[in-house]
């Protein structure tokens, strides 16, 4: 999510389902008291949770 992917290219990467992906990303929102995927990836950077890179893979 970090990366601006998108569920498919998520579920793609680790080989599991797109609802599956949605599952995760709605209780990350949830859990993170968040309204939209950049708010949820915002407040983990700030609580330290993700850290940034600079690097491009």
Known sequence: MARGYLNKQI???LSISEQTIKNHVTSI???LDANART???VTAIKRGLIKVSTESK
Request: glycine content about 0%; overall charge positive; proline content about 0%.
């Open 11 to 13: 579920a793609d990467t």
């Open 39 to 41: 708010q949820a990836v």
């Open 29 to 31: 929102l949830r859990k």
